[in-house]
């Protein structure tokens, strides 16, 4: 079966960062793109990130530009998401997506997500 292990969150000052972890089992994880997308206290889903099955293509929402950094290791079925220049807003629950294949809009697995909190 399909999984995903999200790790690497935590506490963290504003302005800290954080390296979040996402193994992936039970498919051809260089088949498919990935995500990450978070969800903060009372608040809907939101994308943050995503990346091609082979790392050559990256995409981030507007507000993660030049902070987060995706990538992936294939030989490790590992997908990354770092995190610097943390912020209060950045708070939230961060789930690893494994996205639909070709031009199909979604996901169709989930991790159970790790909680960041940035807080002084």
């Known amino acids: 079966e399909v999984q995903l292990v999200e790790s690497g969150g935590g506490l963290v000052q504003p302005g800290g960062s954080l390296r979040l972890s996402c193994a992936a089992s039970?498919?051809?994880?260089?088949?498919?793109?990935m995500s990450w997308v978070r969800q903060a206290p009372g608040k809907g889903l939101e994308w943050v990130s995503a990346?091609?099955?082979?790392?050559?293509?990256?995409y981030y929402a507007e507000s993660m530009k030049g902070r987060f950094t995706i990538s992936r290791d294939n030989a490790k079925n590992t997908l990354y998401l770092q995190m610097n220049s943390l912020k209060s807003e950045d708070t939230a629950v961060y789930y690893c997506a494994k996205d639909l294949s070709g031009a199909r809009n979604g996901y169709d697995y989930w991790g159970q997500g790790t909680q960041v909190t940035v807080s002084s």
């Open positions: 039970g498919f051809t994880f260089d088949d498919y793109a």
């Open positions: 990346i091609s099955w082979n790392g050559g293509s990256t």
